[in-house]
């Protein structure tokens, strides 16, 4: 036994060492050529500047701005990157106190945008297409961790979004709408507003650059005060009614190949029919003009020329025409993903310009706004599709493994309740076991990623403790479906049903010990003595697991290791090498010892055993001779859960039915045996 709890002790000794990435490794997780710039707030967020020292987004550390309650009770902390546009550059996962992370499910995120409808799971019947959901597959069948991480991500981008990149739309802007046909002229959109059109004359400008360097720069606006200066006219040639008023039939074609290409662009038509004009002379084209800004709602609006050749109506004044003839015309592109909604009022505004000074002259600007209203009826307002509740999809996902499960489930209890005798003198009854065995293995543990755990009660624990809620148990309800099954097995037969049929990894151990057999491996054969004194064992890992969730909770995810299930079940085995070792050990050790971990260590096992005290009956019947002469269910019991006079300790039995099968059995009962032979005993 000394032997033993040293060889324990070496393998959890590399597991022990496993850290946590700390957040001052944050930095260490910005990706080349991107740097880590000053804090903006107290809340984990900084700017993310590129090798230039330009700022071009920001990182954030999840757990100061969104400290969502994980799974087991503590928060998940997620290093996120986004850029300026609200767009996901990286995701990585920092530190964690949860089950069932694998790897593949951050990466999903890249490229994708705070803009976009994000749900973790599959669509329901493959209906993805047109839904305008984006799904991120769970890897893990969508379980409670993932499902809170996701939440977690966009709590954290969403209010960071909101403070600092306010011109990010939170969703699906308005566009126009392709299907609406109404028959317009150039007079019809004049007369309506649709275009728009502002006119400052020279006086205009000589007021505005009045008491500065620049008020005398001006000779033409002081020869004519009355002339124009900038005539500006703008219109939005997104809905197609417009754009075919505005353009000729050949600029109309040209327009709707570009847009076929660039389908989330909102083009704009800006044009001067006076002095001024609309970008400088060293201005390039396809690039933002360097006189034309525009906003809406208070934040800027990025806007770039489209380098689209004008053809316009033959219908427009001959100024309009004669200014595309002069260049002092643009169709400027805008991405409506960006935040700009065609649909609701924004403003753009021209730069006029002077210059005070021959050699190396000072430039002064004045904006001149316009703005600018485009009738809705034009456009489809969209209305972000909105998911489901967190439960409400988590159950929805679930849906065909939980018609599995849950009859499954209902099997077992009617006839475990209703026909136990006649199923435990089944012959069949061990290659049945072994069937449903292999079934807990394959499909509630690794294709349905239902292995019970330590950290579930322990997340309750902690969360009543927090005073926070509860609703993150709802988020994997097939656990939930066999936590409850667990619960009500309590009050029917004790700790048996969930630690004898539906614990995976006891299950894994139980095929360890046939395969054994098999071999005639000998076996260990723990004395009595030290076989009590090693149950209590797994009372004392519990205790120490409760009193890491009070006193230490930011441990309870590496104290919580003890547990082998995350390796064996929940990961596949892919994980570090010492915890590969250490859940192979158990398995190895129940070849030799039958369920070594599940008798002695397992803390979800003790707290099975503490909620079997809820049992209301003695459910395997027992006999006078019970113990006293027959011993044969006692030496036949591989839990050692009957004592020397017979009694069932149900604290310690796993529902194997085979004392069960030995006391209904007229062949294998002793007493049965000896009652029958002393019918045949013919008085003399």
């Known amino acids: 036994?000394?032997?033993?709890?040293?060889?324990?002790?070496?393998?959890?000794?590399?597991?022990?060492?496993?850290?946590?990435?700390?957040?001052?490794?944050?930095?260490?997780?910005?990706f080349a050529p991107m740097m880590l710039g000053e804090a903006v707030n107290d809340q984990g967020v900084h700017a993310l500047l590129n090798a230039g020292g330009g700022h071009v987004g920001y990182a954030i550390t999840t757990q100061p701005i969104a400290p969502l309650p994980g799974f087991s009770g503590a928060a998940i902390n997620i290093h996120v990157v986004l850029d300026l546009q609200g767009q996901f550059l990286d995701v990585k996962l920092l530190e964690r106190n949860e089950t069932s992370f694998v790897s593949g499910f951050f990466e999903q995120y890249r490229g994708l945008s705070i803009s976009d409808s994000l749900v973790v799971g599959t669509p329901y019947g493959g209906g993805a297409e047109?839904?305008?959901?984006?799904?991120?597959?769970?890897?893990?069948?969508?379980?409670?961790s993932v499902r809170?991480?996701?939440?977690?991500?966009?709590?954290?981008?969403?209010?960071?979004?909101?403070?600092?990149?306010?011109g990010v739309s939170a969703g699906p802007p308005a566009f126009p709408n392709p299907d609406y046909e109404e028959p317009l002229t150039w007079a019809d959109l004049i007369a309506q507003g649709i275009v728009t059109r502002q006119t400052w004359t020279n006086a205009d400008l000589d007021a505005a650059f009045a008491g500065t360097l620049w008020s005398d720069?001006?000779?033409?606006?002081r020869a004519a005060p009355d002339q124009p200066y900038l005539d500006?006219?703008?219109?939005?040639?997104?809905?197609?009614?417009?754009?075919?008023?505005?353009?000729?039939?050949?600029?109309?074609?040209?327009?709707?190949?570009?847009?076929?290409?660039?389908?989330?662009?909102?083009?704009?038509?800006?044009?001067?029919?006076?002095?001024?004009?609309?970008?400088?002379?060293?201005?390039?084209?396809?690039?933002?003009?360097?006189?034309?800004?525009?906003?809406?709602?208070?934040f800027p609006i990025s806007l770039r020329d489209a380098d689209l050749l004008i053809e316009l109506n033959a219908e427009l004044p001959d100024a309009l025409h004669e200014a595309v003839d002069f260049g002092q015309a643009l169709i400027l592109r805008t991405d409506r993903r960006l935040g700009f909604d065609p649909s609701q009022p924004w403003t753009l505004s021209v730069s006029a310009v002077r210059e005070h000074g021959v050699f190396q002259p000072e430039i002064g600007t004045v904006a001149l706004p316009l703005d600018i209203g485009t009738a809705p009826r034009f456009f489809t307002a969209v209305t972000a599709p909105q998911p489901m509740p967190a439960w409400l999809e988590a159950l929805r996902g679930r849906a065909v493994d939980l018609a599995i499960l849950i009859p499954s489930l209902l099997l077992v209890f009617l006839a475990f309740q209703l026909r136990l005798p006649a199923l435990s003198a089944l012959p069949a009854l061990p290659a049945l076991r072994l069937g449903l065995l292999a079934g807990v293995v394959g499909f509630?543990?690794?294709?349905?990623?239902?292995?019970?755990?330590?950290?579930?009660?322990?997340?309750?624990?902690?969360?009543?403790?927090?005073?926070?809620?509860?609703?993150?148990?709802?988020?994997?309800?097939?656990?939930?479906?066999?936590?409850a099954a667990a619960i009500l097995g309590f009050v029917l037969w004790g700790r048996g049903l969930f630690c004898g049929w539906l614990c995976p990894f006891g299950a894994l151990q139980e095929f360890a010990s046939k395969l054994a057999a098999w071999l005639r491996i000998p076996q260990i054969t723990v004395p009595p003595a030290w076989d009590a004194r090693l149950k209590w064992v797994k009372y004392g890992v519990l205790a120490a697991l409760v009193g890491t969730a009070i006193w230490a909770p930011a441990q309870i995810d590496l104290v919580a290791e003890v547990e082998p299930f995350k390796t064996?079940?929940?990961?596949?085995?892919?994980?570090?090498?010492?915890?590969?070792?250490?859940?192979?050990?158990?398995?190895?050790?129940s070849m030799v010892l039958f369920k070594g971990f599940c008798r002695y260590v397992c803390p979800l096992g003790a707290l099975m055993a503490i909620g079997g005290?809820?049992?209301?009956?003695?459910?395997?019947?027992?006999?006078?001779?019970?113990?006293?002469?027959?011993?044969?269910?006692?030496?036949?019991?591989?839990?050692?859960?009957?004592?020397?006079?017979?009694?069932?300790?149900?604290?310690?039995?796993?529902?194997?039915?085979?004392?069960?099968?030995?006391h209904e059995s007229p062949t294998r009962c002793v007493p049965l045996i000896l009652a029958e032979k002393r019918k045949r005993v013919v008085p003399a």
């Open 1 to 30: 036994m000394r032997g033993f709890l040293i060889l324990l002790l070496l393998l959890l000794a590399p597991i022990a060492r496993a850290e946590p990435l700390s957040v001052e490794d944050v930095p260490a997780h910005v």
């Open 130 to 144: 047109g839904s305008g959901l984006v799904y991120l597959d769970g890897v893990t069948k969508a379980t409670a």
């Open 148 to 166: 809170i991480a996701h939440e977690t991500i966009l709590a954290a981008s969403l209010a960071v979004a909101r403070e600092k990149m306010g």
């Open 217 to 221: 720069d001006d000779a033409i606006a």
């Open 232 to 298: 500006l006219w703008v219109v939005d040639l997104g809905p197609p009614a417009v754009a075919r008023a505005v353009l000729s039939e050949d600029g109309y074609r040209d327009l709707q190949a570009f847009l076929e290409i660039a389908g989330h662009d909102e083009p704009i038509l800006v044009i001067d029919t006076a002095r001024h004009g609309l970008v400088s002379a060293d201005f390039v084209r396809n690039t933002a003009p360097n006189w034309i800004a525009a906003a809406q709602g208070g």
């Open 444 to 483: 509630v543990g690794w294709w349905g990623q239902g292995q019970l755990s330590i950290v579930t009660p322990l997340g309750v624990l902690q969360a009543a403790l927090a005073g926070g809620g509860f609703g993150f148990l709802v988020y994997d309800p097939f656990s939930l479906a066999l936590w």
């Open 568 to 589: 064996a079940i929940t990961t596949y085995f892919l994980r570090d090498w010492s915890y590969v070792v250490y859940a192979l050990f158990w398995i190895f050790l």
């Open 613 to 662: 005290l809820l049992r209301r009956r003695d459910w395997i019947a027992r006999r006078a001779d019970c113990g006293s002469p027959c011993q044969l269910c006692r030496v036949k019991c591989h839990y050692g859960a009957i004592d020397r006079a017979g009694a069932v300790q149900y604290s310690e039995c796993f529902q194997c039915l085979d004392c069960v099968a030995i």
